[in-house]
């Protein structure tokens, strides 16, 4: 009597919750499985203080996965991650096994396999160290133009890092400045590549770099340009009377000097009867240096009735 009084009590309501958990029952049973691939984030905590990871460690481990399809769906959306726990870790290094039996899956679904199986991870001890910085250049300037200097500021950075990254370094580069066609000085703010380093800055987070661009130099050599004689009251004569002259300047200038831009001469001031052989003086316009002269000397003759 007693029995059959608790199926009689709230029938309709134990009726309900059996129609519920076979249609779950036939829901999973029945439901099209399916073997996938995903992706699991590994997360690392409790590193101890004083010790740093030097090596590179994969943010992910591809999982085989098999069940239910709706189930390997949702798992994307309930933030399932592989956690290693390096709380007891000391320096050197450590492998850990990444088993599917170590996962946290939905009960429905097992793990058949992951990628990679193991994980080695590199302590070492944490270290400071001050570096120059050295900024890097990408690009070419313009035609005739050249980089006289770079200049950086701050020029050094302190890091913090593995101790044996950190010793095997001599400085650290900036990210690239762009001088491609550039004639005038440039300056742009740019932040340390550390990427692959293993590294850290604790100070400015860029970096000014000034570059100065300016005409490159060269030679160029002018013939034909005529000697002149100046106080030639004597009528003296001179050869040859034309010379040749080697300029250095900027290139681009270079190519606009003419000929009458030039000037060389001689002064036979103070001179009496004879032959000299003298030293012309030549005046070439701002900006360029005379290099030589061909030939070096004039022949002056001065005549007797002079």
């Not at 590994?42 to 239910?68: C, H, K, M, T, W």
């Not at 120059?132 to 006289?148: C, E, Q």
Request: proline share 7%; charged share 25%; hydrophobic share 40%.
């Amino acid at each position: 009597m007693h029995r059959r009084g608790f199926f009689r009590k709230d029938w309709v309501l134990k009726s309900l919750s059996l129609g519920f958990a076979l249609l779950l029952w036939f829901f999973v049973v029945g439901e099209e499985k399916a073997e996938v691939s995903i992706s699991i984030p590994l997360e690392l905590i409790n590193i101890p203080a004083g010790l740093v990871i030097a090596n590179d460690i994969p943010s992910n481990v591809d999982v085989r996965v098999y069940g239910p399809r709706s189930m390997i769906r949702a798992m994307a959306t309930k933030g399932i991650l592989r956690v290693i726990d390096l709380k007891d870790a000391k320096p050197g290094k450590i492998t850990v096994h990444i088993s599917p039996n170590s996962l946290s899956l939905p009960g429905a679904v097992r793990a058949l396999r992951t990628q990679p199986s193991n994980v080695e991870i590199v302590l070492e001890p944490l270290v400071l160290s001050d570096f120059p910085v050295k900024p890097v250049l990408k690009g070419k300037v313009a035609k005739y133009h050249k980089v006289l200097s770079t200049d950086v500021y701050p020029p050094r950075v302190v890091l913090s890092g593995p101790e044996s990254v950190i010793k095997a370094m001599k400085d650290v580069r900036t990210f690239t400045v762009d001088v491609d066609g550039a004639s005038d000085d440039i300056t742009r703010e740019v932040g340390l590549d550390l990427q692959g380093l293993h590294v850290s800055s604790e100070e400015n987070a860029t970096y000014k770099v000034t570059v100065r661009i300016v005409p490159a130099q060269g030679t160029r050599r002018i013939t034909h340009i005529p000697v002149h004689i100046e106080n030639n009251e004597a009528g003296a004569s001179w050869w040859p009377r034309i010379v040749s002259v080697t300029l250095r300047g900027p290139i681009l200038d270079l190519r606009e000097i003419k000929v009458t831009d030039i000037y060389v001469g001689i002064s036979i001031k103070g001179l009496e009867q004879g032959i000299f052989s003298l030293e012309p003086e030549c005046i070439v316009p701002e900006g360029f240096t005379l290099m030589k002269i061909t030939p070096r000397n004039i022949k002056v003759n001065i005549p007797k009735d002079s």
